[in-house]
């Protein structure tokens, strides 16, 4: 495949992606008020940020670098310790300054001492 056909198939890629985000993401607003959302999913909807959060945020904490399984899990790693330390932290002060300033001094004193 030549550089030409490489750079045309990525574009129509990027427009194809572009379509469908726009399209996906202005649903409500294209169909205005024919569509009313049951209250349930609405409900729903608040806890999709924390969710997503929870998927990006576990594996990075749980799970050496380079793990292919949760079976390669070790308490041994200064990851677990900030995390449990930031969360710890957030509960009590509810502020995210301390929170990070906390969470990584644990992190960086479990990777020397571990």
Not at 24 to 46: C, D, K, M, N, Y
Not at 50 to 57: N, V
Not at 90 to 100: A, C, D, I, N, V
Request: net charge positive.
């Amino acid at each position: 495949m030549s550089a030409i056909d490489l750079n045309s198939h990525i574009l129509w890629l990027i427009l194809g992606m572009t379509l469908v985000t726009a399209w996906t993401r202005s649903f409500f607003l294209i169909l205005g008020e024919r569509v009313r959302v049951p209250a349930w999913l609405l409900e729903a909807i608040r806890f999709a940020p924390l969710a997503a959060m929870i998927a990006i945020l576990a594996p990075e904490i749980f799970i050496p670098a380079g793990a292919t399984s949760i079976s390669e899990f070790n308490p041994k790693l200064p990851n677990i310790w900030g995390g449990i330390a930031a969360v710890i932290t957030f509960y009590f002060t509810k502020k995210m300054l301390s929170t990070l300033i906390i969470g990584m001094a644990v992190f960086t004193a479990a990777r020397f001492l571990l």
